[in-house]
């Protein structure tokens, strides 16, 4: 029990979805390994093989977390070349396991080195060190998620230290994904990446509401997409926005979103992820 | 270990999706105040902002719920001036956490004043206390289920006390959803709406079997639902049914429900939640 | 504490569904009959009714459990006279409740006698012993994951024997479904049915890689489905590949799967789980 309290929990992000039992066999080899562990599903909705969609909720996630152990798998390249890696967050002389009644967020980060876990390491305050884990026996009848990263994060939640599950690799080698396309003109324009349609059909931009004052942005703003332009409000809250509405509000991430009250924004707007929208000053163009 | 068996569990239940990390934030939020607090999903499935069957799922799943604190966020209101409520459920005497081994139900209920909490505090046998939350700072970056509810939860579990955690209020002041469509002629007819079309396809109605006995109706009943009527057999089991017949049965809520074998009774009948259904003694039109 | 550990745990796998509260109502019974309880949803996704995916994704979920309880429930036949069973698995000797520090799998599996729990029996050893629970009450109201499957789990979970929870029954009376089809000519080519397919496309067949050898296969198996044949290449990884490639591969359960490399075989092929396909020997038709 003082290691429940004390080791945190081990959290789950991953792209298995819910309809196979992948996710839950991965929890219960967790349990298995590890058995009292809290293990915390994050989500298995990452859209199949979206490692940047995975990149981008696991940053959201982390800044929330207890103290643990996050796996992470989104993983399109198994079996290819790519490492796996176990990765140590924040402050380095820090050992894996934090001393009784210490907190603060994950201490180690598991899963594919394929840009996963780049932005929630950032999040986190940085790599202090890095592993690859060995790779399961060359053959037939592996799952990674089941096989590697769960027995490796059980591990680490009952002691281990990162020397124990791999070899050093330098942390600076880590792959990093492309960051979101966020460019800003002289001119007062943004021009900004979709980041994240969420459930509610909220679309949140690679952009902070810090970018949109530095581009003299005021109360209303020009959102072009494709040959389309919107006027839109910046508000603060959604009960704001008329019913046909579109506005800019800051959201719980700290970036700024299209929404709509009690309706989908990306669908009235026709955007997804990855398409790019120009924010532009009221009669700057 | 002791408060885990006592204090019960934290119950989540919202409209948050799988899809996104919303619910796995907040599950984690809860983990990280309250350290070894079991964790139950009653489900993040209720459609997004429908507020009325997050309150019917949640009035339909809290008479089986052990001793514990109850979190439901369907919440189109949020940040606007709708309140956050904590409520106290049963006689009013007993403290939210109870004694070492008590048992009962859920002792508190976390969520928006929206109407949402309704009909699972009436299940609950009723407000005996509620409070006010304060509001979390004006401004961006706030998500009432991670930053607000969740918290609250957790100190609840932990063992605070309302007046810990907000205002007093007057339970009687709290919002109510009007009551589903359920009306009796003395003819022999019920006019009853869809509450809920279930992943089965069974359309639970508002009415129980006793308003059935009530308006005289037999081992048939004439169904009208738009311009078509159908006569349906009173059924106790779905094996009762031959494969292309639609029958009422009545469920495990101890609601009326039209239903069929191993089909959708919804696809078949073309009803949805909300539709109105017209039931009809035999020979009484 | 030491139950949780030497008990395991109670693991979940249902059609349910996330959309209702089906299966977060279940899990709550569950903790509140055994409190303490750790339990781990393996899915509740199966397709609505479908006892025979049910079964094969138990099946495939059981190797890798650690010490616990199966609640199982596909059933579609129920309330009529299927029976409920519990069935303990492995060495007769064995009591139910594993001695602390004993480990190995599940030890008993609880659900409907409809050939759901069968295959997974199998990969358990076979069963030891299995007792009829007694019916539900008749009558209205019942639900019998919530009812009936979740506190005999919660109760064999806390130290009760089967002899506790039900009347014996003759292990071999347990209904047994078809094995899927999978049938070797002489002449070099198994005709084999299409077991699942799974988030990421990728189609289970009934074969194994043995399977494929002593049919005398090579690098490279002719593919028949339909009308349509199609000369793939086995390979031991996605991402031997080419972009418009299917390939044959030994997956993580054993079995062969035709796959792309980050894409989805059965889109591209255009099969589902239940068709038939031929593999044949390059040259052998």
């Known amino acids: 029990v003082v290691g429940r309290v004390t080791r945190g929990a081990i959290f789950l992000l991953t792209d298995y979805g819910y309809g196979d039992e992948f996710a839950g066999v991965t929890r219960a080899v967790v349990l298995r390994e590890a058995p009292g562990a809290p293990v915390v599903d994050l989500t298995h909705g990452v859209p199949p093989f979206d490692v940047r969609a995975g990149a981008l909720a696991l940053a959201r996630s982390v800044p929330f977390l207890g103290p643990g152990i996050v796996v992470a798998v989104v993983d399109p390249g198994v079996a290819s070349d790519r490492r796996a890696v176990a990765v140590r967050v924040g402050a380095g002389a820090h050992p894996v396991t934090p001393a009784p009644g210490a907190d603060g967020g994950p201490r180690v980060l598991v899963g594919p080195d394929n840009g996963l876990l780049g932005w929630a390491i950032d999040a986190l305050g940085g790599a202090s060190a890095a592993v690859a884990l060995p790779a399961l026996p060359a053959g037939p009848g592996s799952f990674d998620g089941r096989d590697l990263f769960a027995p490796v994060a059980a591990r680490l939640w009952l002691g281990a230290e990162l020397a124990d599950v791999g070899s050093p690799v330098d942390p600076d080698s880590l792959v990093r994904l492309a960051p979101p396309l966020l460019t800003t003109s002289p001119a007062g324009s943004v021009e900004v990446e979709v980041v994240w349609v969420d459930r509610f059909g909220n ?49 719980a991430n700290g970036h700024v979103a299209m929404v709509c009250d009690r309706r989908s924004a990306a669908t009235v707007l026709g955007v997804r992820p990855g398409d790019v929208v120009i924010l532009r000053r009221v009669g700057s163009s």
């Open 203 to 251: 679309a949140q931009l690679a952009a902070r509401p810090s970018d949109l004052e530095r581009a003299g942005m005021g109360a209303e703003v020009d959102v072009g997409f494709g040959p389309a332009t919107v006027r839109v409000r910046r508000v603060g809250a959604f009960a704001e926005l008329d019913d046909t509405e579109v506005g800019l509000m800051a959201d």
